[in-house]
């Protein structure tokens, strides 16, 4: 391990590791959940809300780019799917609203830091069936004071969170997550001690169990769900969507017109994830909500353009800071760091 790897794993490390909840939401607030994923369908694939190739999609991931790999977003997509709650601070379901703003959860996430203030900022759904999840753990989209998941890619983010170069823009975030599954596998593995420390893993059950943590600052994984002979799906691509049939109680995975599997209620695995903002101090709180000491997005890019130069690559002034290929490909190979343990691999 380089010092510079070493510095950086330091960085890509969570405030405190993942505390676990049980019970975190009433049975009558899960239901509520869960129909309106169940109502307000059909649901994109989760690759499908956040990146435009191949290439973003791997910066994200692990920043290993194979050579020449070929790859388009349809085989990196599995049926795995989204919806968003609240965003922006503002919940979108009225039904929702004491779910998100939360005073229990804030309280969580407030001692969780140590910190005297925060805001609820986003609220999201993840919902599948039995599935084969790739190996490769990820950080959320990491926040920075300017640059943010309302104004910029996740692999942005994420490239400029693995460079160690922004630190001082870091914004304290710290995320409520909690599973509802009875099947087989599905359990969570994340690294609290950082990439170069040993993985951890949540078994089940994971029947409204959960965790107070940094997500956006460790690596984690959620990993295959169901059992082997469950998890061969077809036909899925990027662009697939999930809805509920009323009809018969089943799930959908459809792909244009098509429906190309299905699932039975009991095989459903539902993830309810709650963001949250925090400030140490009037200062902090003051600096993030007056913008008064925001990284612009040309303000990264002339940074890491001149460390990359630096550090002896050869790189050219992007066209598109978000979707030129040859730039995301850079980045990336000069801005690689991922778990180096893995359970999967004992």
């Not at 949540?202 to 469950?230: A, C, T, Y």
Request: aromatic content about 12%.
């Amino acid at each position: 391990m380089t010092d510079y790897q070493a510095e950086l794993a330091k960085v890509l490390t969570p405030c405190a590791p993942p505390r676990i909840v049980e019970g975190v939401y009433t049975d009558a607030q899960y239901d509520t959940m869960l129909n309106i994923a169940k109502r307000h369908g059909p649901w994109p694939t989760i690759v499908a809300h956040h990146f435009e190739s191949a290439d973003e999609l791997i910066a994200t991931v692990t920043g290993v780019v194979p050579e020449g790999h070929g790859l388009t977003l349809d085989d990196l997509s599995g049926p795995h799917f989204r919806g968003f709650l609240a965003q922006n601070s503002v919940v979108l379901y009225p039904e929702l609203h004491d779910i998100f703003y939360n005073e229990r959860f804030l309280g969580m996430v407030k001692d969780y830091w140590g910190v005297p203030y925060a805001k609820p900022t986003m609220m999201l759904f993840n919902i599948c069936g039995p599935h084969n999840s790739g190996p490769q753990p990820h950080l959320d989209a990491v926040t920075f004071r300017g640059v943010r998941i309302e104004n910029t890619p996740v692999w942005f983010q994420n490239v400029m969170a693995k460079s160690g170069l922004f630190t001082e823009y870091l914004v304290k975030m710290a995320q409520i997550i909690t599973w509802w599954y009875r099947g087989e596998e599905g359990t969570f593995t994340y690294w609290p001690d950082g990439p170069f420390g040993e993985c951890k893993r949540i078994e089940h059950p994971l029947w409204n169990k959960g965790v107070v943590v940094q997500n956006e600052m460790m690596f984690h994984r959620g990993d295959s769900v169901g059992r082997p002979d469950e998890r061969d799906v077809q036909g899925v691509k990027a662009r697939s969507k999930f809805a509920y049939n009323s009809a018969d109680d089943m799930w959908d995975v459809m792909t244009d017109d098509d429906v190309v599997h299905r699932y039975a209620p009991e095989q459903i695995r539902f993830l309810a994830h709650w963001n949250a903002e925090l400030y140490a101090d009037d200062d902090e709180l003051k600096t993030v909500m007056d913008h008064t000491d925001d990284v612009t997005h040309q303000m990264a890019v002339d940074r890491l353009l001149a460390d990359m130069r630096e550090k002896g690559v050869k790189v050219a002034e992007p066209n598109d800071i978000f979707h030129d290929v040859d730039w995301i490909q850079a980045l990336i190979q000069t801005y690689t760091i991922a778990p180096t343990t893995d359970w999967l691999a004992a």
